[in-house]
C-alpha cells in the first residue's frame, strides 16, 4: 500500500438538473491497484471509511466496492450550526469506538464499527439528533440507494475470523 494520499472524485448523485455531483474523498492505493478510503463521505452512498474499491470509471467517477472495513458510516445535517451536536455526539461515538470524520458548519460525519451494534449506533443519534428540531440523521452504508433495502454487508465476512452481527 502506498503511504501517500492522494484525492479521488467519486460519483455522489444526480442535481436536478440532471448534471451529476461528485465529491472528493482522500484515499491511499492497495498493492492490488485498488484504494482504501480515508474517511467516511458526507455525500457518496455505499462506503465508509477503511473500505477499499476499485474504480469502475474514473471519468464518471463511479466504483464498486472491493472490501468491507466493517465500519458504518453516520451523518448529520442540520441547518444551523453543528456545534451542540458536535459536543454531545463525538464523545458517545468515540466510547463505541468510532470516529469523527468530517466537521463543516451544518455537518458531522462519522465512521463507527459495525460490532458496535445498530441499536447503540441508533441510540445514541436518535437520543441526541431528535432534541434538535434543525437536524436530521443518516446511515452512509446500509442501505442500498435503488431500492431502499439494507445491503447486509455486514452478515458477509469478508475473513472467516470476523464475526458480524445481525441486527435485532
Request: proline share 4%; with cysteine; glycine share 8%.
Amino acid at each position: 500500500m502506498t503511504d501517500q494520499a492522494s484525492i479521488l472524485q467519486l460519483y455522489a448523485g444526480t442535481r436536478g438538473d440532471g448534471e451529476p455531483v461528485v465529491e472528493k474523498v482522500a484515499v491511499r492505493r492497495n498493492d492490488d491497484g485498488s484504494y482504501r478510503l480515508l474517511h467516511s463521505p458526507a455525500f457518496v452512498r455505499g462506503l465508509a471509511g477503511g473500505d477499499s474499491f476499485v474504480m469502475v470509471s474514473e471519468r464518471a467517477g463511479t466504483f464498486k466496492v472491493s472490501k468491507r472495513a466493517g465500519n458504518i458510516a453516520v451523518r448529520v445535517y442540520c441547518k444551523t450550526s453543528v456545534d451542540a451536536l458536535d459536543t454531545a455526539l463525538t464523545p458517545q461515538v468515540s466510547q463505541l469506538d468510532g470516529r469523527r470524520d468530517i466537521k463543516s458548519q451544518y455537518l458531522l460525519v462519522y465512521s463507527i464499527p459495525v460490532a458496535a451494534g445498530f441499536d447503540s449506533i441508533e441510540a445514541i443519534f436518535d437520543q441526541v439528533v431528535s432534541g434538535s428540531a434543525d437536524a436530521s440523521w443518516s446511515y452512509g452504508n446500509v442501505y442500498d440507494e435503488h431500492t431502499g433495502e439494507p445491503m447486509q454487508w455486514w452478515q458477509q465476512p469478508s475473513n472467516p475470523n470476523e464475526i458480524h452481527l445481525k441486527r435485532s
